[in-house]
């Protein structure tokens, strides 16, 4: 994010958090992750539910951890990752301004196709 980007939105999340959840694979391991209540989980056991090697799922794990949205914690060999979800509420809170917008938009997008069902029905 740019300094006037910062100035213009400055309750808006990071653009770190905005990659790392536009990867479906790495939605679907904060998904896994936020299963069972907020459990530690390993790379090992994160990387069973997906058609990848280990290393690419360290790789997203990478990602994730760097925009904040895991925390890692080594025991013995291994890393547990856990679930930070307090990036993702800033990222609801900022989309949530734009709900009226959409709201309008799409409220008048109905009326329109009702019309038009309207319409059809009259022909």
Same mark, same amino acid.
């Given at each position: 994010m740019t300094v006037m980007e910062a100035q213009a939105y400055p309750h808006s999340p990071s653009q770190e958090v905005f990659h790392a959840i536009a990867d479906p694979t790495r939605r679907a391991i904060l998904s896994r992750l936020a299963q069972g209540g907020g459990e530690e989980r390993s790379a090992g056991e994160l990387s069973s539910s997906f058609a990848m090697t280990l290393s690419a799922v360290s790789q997203h794990l990478r990602v994730l951890r760097e925009a904040g949205l895991v925390s890692v914690r080594k025991s013995g060999r291994e890393r547990l990752y856990r679930l930070?979800?307090?990036?993702? @509420?800033?990222? /609801?809170?900022?989309? *949530?301004?734009?709900?009226?917008?959409? !709201?309008?938009?799409?409220? @008048?997008?109905? /009326?329109?196709?009702? *019309?038009?069902?309207?319409?059809?029905? !009259?022909?």
């Open positions: 930070n979800a307090d990036p993702l @509420r800033e990222v /609801a809170e900022w989309t *949530r301004a734009y709900e009226c917008f959409w !709201d309008e938009r799409l409220g @008048r997008l109905g /009326a329109y196709l009702a *019309r038009e069902e309207g319409a059809r029905e !009259d022909v």
